[in-house]
């Protein structure tokens, strides 16, 4: 089996930061990209930030400038960092990993529980 626990959620006044965590574990051979979505409440996921398994990060046009993505190969966990934040940033962060199991023949997505960021004064 495979899991993505995120951590690092939380209540944040606006102009704050936060630092998201999602560690994967368990049957791992290999981690290509992983990245992170989030979901607001009454609104479709969107996509946050990527990052491949050699560094290179891309992020949705609206966050660049605020959020850094990051990883730590070794460990298998990826990493946003979350700055100057705003009550519309507000959602359900979720983290994703591209994984090939042990004995496995391809890469699969999985997903974190997600965690709570709010952002309100």
């Known amino acids: 089996q495979v899991q993505l626990v995120e951590s690092g959620g939380g209540l944040v006044q606006p102009g704050g930061s936060l630092r998201l965590s999602c560690v994967a574990s368990g049957s791992i051979w290999s981690v290509d990209t992983m990245g992170w979505h989030r979901q607001a409440p009454g609104e479709e996921r969107e996509l946050v930030a990527t990052i491949t398994s050699g560094g290179s990060a891309d992020y949705a046009d609206s966050m660049k400038d605020r959020f850094t993505i990051s990883r730590d190969n070794v460990k298998n966990t990826v990493y946003l960092q979350m700055n100057s934040l705003k009550p519309e940033d507000t959602a359900v962060y979720y983290c994703?990993?591209?994984?090939?199991?042990?004995?496995?023949?391809?890469?699969?997505?999985?997903w974190g529980q997600g965690t709570q960021v709010t952002v309100s004064s």
């Open positions: 994703y990993a591209n994984i090939r199991r042990r004995g496995g023949s391809s890469f699969r997505d999985y």
